[in-house]
Structures are given as C-alpha cells and as structure tokens.
C-alpha cells in the first residue's frame, strides 16, 4: 500500500513538473518570437505546446483500461505497472540513503542498485515484446512524435486554419496555423472564463 501511495505521488510530481518545463518552454520562445520576430520562436513553441499534448496522452495510456482496449493482456499490463512500481520505488530509497551523504549506506545502496538495475532489464525486455506482439499500443506508448507547424500547413485545405491551445493557470496560448504563416496570441487570467 505504501509503495502504491509514493508510486501514485511521484507520478503527479512528475506530471507537474513536465507541465512546468512544458509551460516554461512556450513562454521563452514566444518571449523570443516577440524580442526578434522570428518564426523559428514561434515554431518552436507549438512544438512545446505539441509535446505537453503528446506527454499526457502518454500518461492517460498508462491506466489499465487503455492497455486493455489494445488487446494487451491483463497479465502484461499487471507486469508492465508493477515493474514501473518498482522502480520508482527503488529510486525512492536510493535518493533518501543519498540524502544521508556521508552517512549513507553503501550497502543498501549496492543492493537497491542491483535490484533496480535489474528490474530496469526486465523493463527493457518487456518493452521489447510489447513492440512485436502489440506494435499499434507501443507506437502510441513510445512514439512521442508530433507534428510540425510546416506539416500541419502541408495538411491543411485552403482556407482553413487549424487552432491549437494550451493552458496554464494564468494563461491561454493559442496558435493559429494556416497555410501561410504561423501566428500565435496570450490571453491573461483576466481574460479566460
């Protein structure tokens, strides 16, 4: 059950933590889209915005439910979390002896590192098969490709304009994405709904 707790718990920090670096992405290129108005700034922004959309899907096909929905046993997906599980918490332990400096325990240490060396072995191996036996979940899992602003325009019909958002806290960033040019706006807080 603790494990389960500090599993659950380093996943949302995790998950806070891409927004942020996510987030902190868009804003210094569209700072430098305004300081030069260069349209690399831009494109890379939506490149951000893309990967922040990719990094979620990726977390929402963790869960069982979408593993099952893509033919994946049950007992893969049981393996596939617990080793993930295990992990984190070795990692877990490894920072708190390390933490200790000094006074850490190179003994713990050398075992946790075994078993988590080990267990990252089995993670491999069990990615491996899942890329044969299940190639459209590992292409969704693993695949964290997206799609670039001079894609999207090759894509894209005559008039048409595709609209792409991302949202903070405070800020709602949309792109604006046409077969001409890329064009981005920020609205603050007071603005959104």
Do not use: C
Not at 88 to 109: C, H, M, P, V, W
């Amino acid at each position: 059950m603790r494990l389960s707790a500090k599993w659950q718990g380093s996943k949302e920090s995790l998950s806070k933590e891409a927004a942020l670096i996510f987030f902190g992405g868009i804003e210094a290129a569209l700072e430098m889209r305004l300081l030069t108005g260069e349209e690399k700034y831009a494109v890379q922004a939506f490149a951000f915005a893309e990967r922040s959309k990719a990094f979620s899907l990726l977390e929402n096909l963790k869960n069982a439910q979408a593993k099952s929905f893509a033919g994946i046993s049950r007992e893969l997906v049981e393996k596939e979390d617990s080793i993930h599980q295990d992990i984190a918490f070795y990692d877990g332990l490894i920072l708190e002896e390390e933490q200790n400096g000094r006074n850490s325990d190179s003994t713990k240490l050398y075992y946790w590192h075994n078993e988590r060396l080990e267990l990252k072995q089995a993670q491999d191996s069990l990615t491996a098969v899942l890329g044969k036996k299940y190639p459209d979940y590992y292409r969704l899992k693993y695949d964290l490709k997206t799609s670039s602003p001079k894609d999207v325009q090759k894509s894209l019909p005559q008039n048409t304009t595709l609209l792409e958002y991302f949202l903070t806290d405070t800020l709602l960033y949309t792109f604006a994405i046409d077969k001409k040019q890329v064009r981005f706006f920020r609205k603050t807080d007071k603005y959104l709904l």
